[in-house]
């Protein structure tokens, strides 16, 4: 910082401009210079740390010659439970839904799959919490996909209603009305709701609309209410929507398992969500590796979709917000033991850089596949496109045997994913620490390569391989429903004591006194016994 105080004695003649013109290139140039300076110490900070930090924990060991060690055979196997098991079902006295409800609620999910997915779930608690009829959710055409599948092209709509029947009522259309002797359909109350907004909220702010008009309309429906909700029968509820009710289409859910079987015919698979895409790039400011014509893309896809913010791109590396790279990638999963005869199904879009980037990744483990390499048929091809493509690599990625994504900061896909395969039964996730992991990259960079591999390992040892732990802020509800939809035959805490084995039981009994039809067959095992 310049003391202006120290530099006020110093005057220059009013007349003579050339002066003034090279003062202010100087001050100019030694701004930059400063500027320049404070993100070179920045990092040197933050690499110096990183290895001091090493240090102290290798001291600690009391011996420099016995390195820490991951057990990758372990890592191909589920983690430890710890007497947990999912568990969505009621817990406490959960009436059905009424025969006559408060209205109807419609909604419009944006974004793409597994963001409306997110509000899929969203839409049927909100239901449950106005005591309302929900429509069908609709899909938006016009999302990142461009896809109009809709909801009967993506979900199995018939097994989504019946899986739900307990929570609320669903149609598929707001029905016609007779009004002074005409038939027209019933128009919803247009509503704009809060981001995060809170039950209250829509207690107060919807409910009389809905009362009011018959039907109210949420658009748009992403991230509008609170995940955090201080009602555990209220997650339950988003669970067993997230995790049961939504069920793909049986040609998705077909494709999906031909491609795991493929992968499985040969042994362990793991699946990656390379998110080395252009959109998320551009997002974290992360562009300084690229070309000068590459980065002119991503600047101008920057500022026509998110808005105007200074980021620097040694800053945002050296604390982990830039994706890895896909070499990054390599380099951790070769530090952490895996081979080159590990195979590995890649889940992303299109790679920003092409070959450039996959090159590295690609050397260190060749056997690399996608939904078109395990499969190139022409069925494939033709059914595996937008919202449905997208869906294949979400099954595929929930069935393998590890999954690790490269970017889970404002990713649905993998932060939705590592939710439900927690919830499918403590699957093995690797999520790399990409603060803890940058120093380790950039050193390495400058030609200090001694320790990388080691210290890798160590930072990797830290983070979760998929067992139950505790959900701490910005972790998303989505990522790690854990305790709420979980529970323990013994526990010691009573609130986590696994449900009566009678629940389905009770919950027909409950249904039957509101006049709820069921098509229940006796000894038929329901969805929501999980």
Known sequence: MINRSRLSHVRLPQHNNNNNNKQAGVGGLLKGSIAKLSIGVFVLVICTLSFLFSTTITGNTGSTTA?????????????????????????????????????????????????????????????????????????????????????????????????????????????????????????????????????????????????????????????????EIDNAEYQRLRCRVNYHALRFKPHIMKLSESIVEKLRAQGHFMSIHLRFEMDMLAFAGCLDIFTPGEKAVLQKYRKENFAEKKLVYKERRAIGKCPLTPEEVGLVLRSMGFDNSTRIYLAAGELFGGERFMSPFRSLFPRLENHSSVDSSEDLAANAQGLVGSAVDYMVCLLSDIFMPTYDGPSNFANNLLGHRLYYGFRTTIRPDRKGLAPLFINRENGRKAGFEEAVRRVMLKTEFGGPHKRISPESFYTNSWPECFCQTSPADPAHQCPADNVLEILERQLEKEGGSSSIRKNQTSEVER
């Open 67 to 227: 390195p820490s060690q991951i057990d990758v055979e372990k890592l191909w196997k589920s983690a430890d439970s710890g007497g947990w098991r999912p568990s969505s079902a009621p817990r406490s006295d959960w009436p059905a839904p009424p025969k006559e409800s408060n209205g109807y609620l419609r909604v419009r999910c944006n974004g793409g799959l597994n963001q409306q997915r997110s509000a899929i779930c969203n839409a049927v608690l909100a239901a449950r919490i106005l005591n309302a009829t929900l429509v069908l959710p609709e899909l938006d055409a016009n999302s990142f996909w461009h896809d109009d599948s809709g909801f009967h092209g993506i979900y199995d709509v018939e097994h989504f209603i019946q899986a739900l029947r307990y929570d609320v009522r669903i149609v598929e259309s707001i029905p016609e009305i007779k009004k002074n002797g005409k038939t027209k359909k019933l128009k919803a109350h247009q509503i704009r709701p809060l981001r995060d907004a809170s039950v209250s909220w829509y207690l107060e702010n919807v409910l009389p609309k809905m009362k009011e008009h018959g039907a109210v309309y949420l658009t748009p429906f992403s991230h509008r209410l609170a995940e």
